[in-house]
């Protein structure tokens, strides 16, 4: 009894009681009523929980989409399939549509009517039909006796068999995914729409202001916003685009909220975040910190600098470089805040503490011992085993295969090679293979600029030449290396001169009538099976032995956890499936004597103005009507013109987009970002600084309709009003709600 107070006080001082705060969990919505929905009605919720989450009826989940995959999130905000999400997610479809003549990115982009709507080729729009938990039927095929191969093996042909029946005679889409490292498992059906189109965005100056110099920061002022259409079949069902395509009817769309937001206010977000990793153990956080996030970083600051120089001296280049640049960017500096923010917060040490009391629980607890006592000195095993081959790894994906895009686009032509390889060519599965590469050669091809590339090429080979231990460097390299006597804007001018793959012209060539010899010897194909045969297999048995060991050791410890925590609340990582988080509407302080108010207004955008800096332009149609103050009925009751706005929800990747919900089911605003003081927020969650930020709705109708002109949006959407009447507003210059003032004042 003792110990179990020495362990809970000891909680309680590593701040380990967040588990038990409504604002920290991504949640399984099915399991809302009975996990949660006591505390949400504590905060304020007016729904029930059948509102939120319901197979038989419509709820809230059928507003909820994601797209591509899980890549962003949406919400449908119409009865006519309208869906807002964020201008980032939007970028690459803003992108694709952009032309030196409409450049859309600089400009924005509105759809007057239905036919001005653009395809946003490649997006995908998916709703939830039902989750179901289906551990007992893979667990009961499963024992200790398995090894882990074995077990994957078995998982993996259950969860085929579950996946099968869950959608025969339909046209779902099914997978299995794991939970809770390996311990449950559950079931996702989907329906997923294939015509996407773009129907509005306002200019970069507005949807991505601030640029990498506000990303992840408080205050903010971005109208981080974009407006797409999902289209069905006149079926009702998914379909190709067509011009004979009819707005989506949705099950469920969001009534927009015209009251605004206030301190302490309830807000709930439901998206589909991409990955979190909170049950890290010490041993992975320090291999983050010591290895792998500095590599990433100095990778890509190389890669970021040398793209910059040549979109800044070309428009052609920014707009087919613009995607690209801002996904590149967006990680590095998450990482760059994300190791700054485990040493500030002393992750480390909390992991550290973690374990030791899971350890004294062991000890004390022979039986316990027996089932759990290899987790962790299996994950400190792994990772010392890990640990050698993880900057080689690092160094691999980010320079070699992905930063050097002439590596990668060969790469895709492997499938060519096996087709062309095979005793007896399939004639027709060849003519298959090639139609798919011609698309993909066309794709490579609209946005791409051989002499970036061929300098981003040189430049990390080089430093992958440097810093990557010979042993782990493929042959084909060193020997080109070797060749260019160390010169890499050689080796890149001869690689790119030798290569089909460095124009279209040459790439559609080939394909007219592809030979197995003149694809084996490009010099960019040899180099791209070389790295990917390294990443594969050069660091040995080793490295797979390794990986099969942290595994078990994760599973075991996880397990373990919740066996010894069983008061816990515990919520799994997010992997890409349908959550929900619950809050508020929050401030914070995010150092000593610094207080950051939980709200920023148009004012604040004005004090950033600099025309000369391309990341703080204004345009001059939004400075008018702020002049005017010319803000209709988006105003606050306050008068002023809110921007952006913060809560405690628990979110990360892939929440980008995810509709921020008041009590009542209305929409509030849109979630596009986190704060930098919690970039540690994916492995260990801060109670006290974790913030969310996001767009304020009535911003984003102000934009659509007083900047835009294009008020046939808003006339399409569900307005609630429940608002105070508006105050005159305050004159330019005399509010200071967006600067960080001392705690005291």
């Known amino acids: 009894m003792i110990k179990k107070k020495v362990i809970a006080l000891a909680l309680l001082m590593l701040g380990a009681h967040t588990w038990l705060k409504a604002d920290e969990g991504m949640w399984l919505p099915m399991f809302i009523k009975r996990l949660n929905y006591e505390d949400m009605q504590q905060k304020g919720l007016q729904l029930t929980a059948d509102e939120i ?8 989940k059928d507003a909820i989409v994601m797209l591509s995959g899980g890549s962003c999130t949406a919400e449908i905000i119409s009865k006519e399939g309208l869906a807002l999400t964020n201008h980032h997610c939007a970028f690459g479809a803003i992108q694709q549509n952009s032309t030196t003549d409409h450049d859309y990115l600089l400009d924005g982009f509105w759809a007057m009517n239905r036919e001005q709507e653009l395809p946003a080729e490649g997006m995908t729009a998916s709703f939830l039909v039902r989750m179901e938990n289906v551990t007992e039927a893979i667990n009961s095929q499963l024992n200790d006796d398995l090894s882990e191969m074995e077990r994957y093996q078995i998982i993996a042909k259950v969860s085929d068999s579950i996946e099968n029946a869950a959608i025969a005679d339909t046209h779902y889409e099914a997978n299995v995914k794991s939970f809770f490292e390996g311990n449950e498992f559950y079931l996702f059906v989907y329906e997923t729409f294939t015509d996407v189109r773009l129907v509005g965005a306002p200019p970069s100056s507005i949807g991505k202001y601030g640029g990498d110099t506000d990303n992840w920061m408080w205050p903010r002022h971005t109208g ?90 070309s428009q052609a280049v920014r707009i087919k470089y613009a995607s690209k640049y801002a996904s590149v960017a967006n990680y590095w500096k998450y990482f760059i805040g994300q190791s700054e923010q485990l040493r500030n917060n002393k992750v480390y040490e909390r992991k550290l503490a973690e374990e030791k009391m899971f350890s004294d629980w062991l000890n004390e607890n022979p039986d316990k011992k027996a089932k759990y006592g290899d987790a962790l000195p299996l994950i400190s095993s792994a990772y010392q085993e890990l640990d050698k081959y993880n900057k080689a790894q690092t160094y691999l994906i980010e320079s070699a295969l992905v930063g050097s895009e002439i590596s990668l686009f060969a790469y895709r032509f492997s499938g060519l090679e096996r087709v062309l390889s095979a005793e007896e060519p399939n004639a027709e599965r060849l003519a298959a293979t090639i139609s798919g590469l011609e698309g993909t050669t066309a794709n490579h091809f609209k946005d791409y600029n051989l002499p970036t590339d061929k300098k981003v090429t040189a430049a990390l080979f080089q430093l992958f030449s440097e810093d990557v231990k010979e042993e782990y460097q493929p042959e084909v390299f060193k020997e080109m290396v070797k060749k260019n006597k160390g010169d890499f804007s050689k080796l890149a001018e001869k690689l790119f001169d030798k290569s089909i793959f460095a124009t279209k012209e040459s790439v559609t060539e080939f394909l007219k009538d592809p030979d197995l010899k003149t694809l084996q010897k490009d010099p960019a194909y040899q180099l791209a099976q070389g790295f990917i045969s390294t990443y594969r297999t050069g660091f040995g048995d080793g490295m797979q032995t390794a990986q099969i060991d942290l595994a078990k050791g994760n599973r075991l410890f996880v397990a373990g956890l919740r066996e ?131 767009v304020d709705i009535r911003y984003v109708l102000f934009i659509i309709d007083k900047y835009a002109g294009a008020k046939h949006l808003v006339d399409e959407m569900t307005l609630a009003y429940n608002k105070p009447e508006v105050k005159k507003a305050a004159p330019a210059g005399v509010e200071t709600n967006d600067k960080a003032v001392p705690a005291s004042k």
């Open 224 to 313: 981080d916003f974009s407006l797409l259409r999902v289209y069905t079949g006149p079926d009702g069902k998914p379909a190709p685009y067509s011009e004979n395509n009819i707005p989506l009817q949705p099950k469920h769309h969001l009534p927009v909220s015209m009251e605004g937001v206030a301190k302490e206010d309830f807000a709930m977000v439901m998206g589909y975040p991409g990955s979190t990793d909170r049950y890290l153990t010490s041993f992975g956080v320090k291999q983050e910190l010591d290895i792998h996030q500095p590599s990433v970083v100095k990778i890509r600051t190389k890669r970021l600098e040398l793209m910059k120089e040549d979109m800044d001296a």
């Open 564 to 694: 010894m925590q069983q008061d816990r609340k515990f919520y799994p990582n997010a992997n890409s499936t349908m959550r929900l988080t619950y809050g508020t509407v929050e401030d914070y302080y995010p150092r000593d004597a610094v207080h950051y108010n939980y709200y920023t207004t148009l004012e604040g955008v004005m004090q950033k103005k600099d025309n000369d800096d391309p990341e703080f332009v204004v345009p001059d149609k939004l400075v008018e009507l702020y002049m005017q103050k010319d803000y209709g009925k988006y105003a606050d009751k306050d008068g002023t013109m809110h921007v952006c706005f913060l809560t405690n929800n628990d979110i990360t990747g892939g929440n980008s987009g995810s509709p921020v919900i008041n009590a009542k089911g209305e929409l509030i605003g849109a979630a596009f970002d986190g704060n930098w003081e919690a970039m540690s927020g994916d492995i260990a969650f801060e109670t006290e600084k974790q913030r969310t930020i996001v």
């Open 53 to 60: 989450y319901s197979v038989n009826h419509s709820s809230l």
